[in-house]
């Protein structure tokens, strides 16, 4: 059975924290099916895996139910379904 994907997985650093991390090369750019949005947790300017966002910590993962490593994209929002539309190229 595999893992299932996470967004803020653990960071292997040895000099310090990574400045946030990298969306897909390919995001949403096909909205087709399920989407996914996670909350970064963690706290003071630093996700649940120790990458570094700075403030506030208002971090989502958005991405396709089943291709997380290839659409993920991050973006700042204040809940699920703003990041989702943040993630999909809307405004507001």
Same mark, same amino acid.
């Given at each position: 059975?595999?893992?299932?994907? @996470?967004?803020?997985? /653990?960071?292997?650093?040895?000099? %310090? &924290? #990574?400045?946030?991390?990298?969306?897909?090369?390919?995001?949403?750019?096909?909205?087709?099916?399920?989407?996914?949005?996670?909350?970064?947790?963690?706290? @003071?300017?630093?996700? /649940?895996?120790?990458?570094?966002? %700075? &403030? #506030?910590?208002?971090?989502?993962?958005?991405?396709?139910?089943?291709?997380?490593?290839?659409?993920?994209?991050?973006?700042?929002?204040?809940?699920?379904?703003?990041?989702?539309?943040?993630?999909?190229?809307?405004?507001?």
């Amino acid at each position: 059975m595999t893992k299932p994907f @996470d967004p803020f997985a /653990k960071v292997n650093c040895e000099y %310090g &924290a #990574p400045m946030g991390r990298r969306s897909a090369k390919h995001t949403l750019d096909v909205w087709d099916g399920a989407f996914i949005a996670r909350h970064c947790g963690g706290s @003071d300017c630093y996700d /649940k895996g120790g990458a570094y966002w %700075g &403030a #506030p910590l208002n971090i989502w993962a958005v991405w396709n139910r089943g291709k997380g490593p290839e659409t993920v994209t991050y973006v700042r929002a204040d809940n699920a379904a703003q990041a989702k539309r943040f993630a999909k190229g809307e405004t507001k």
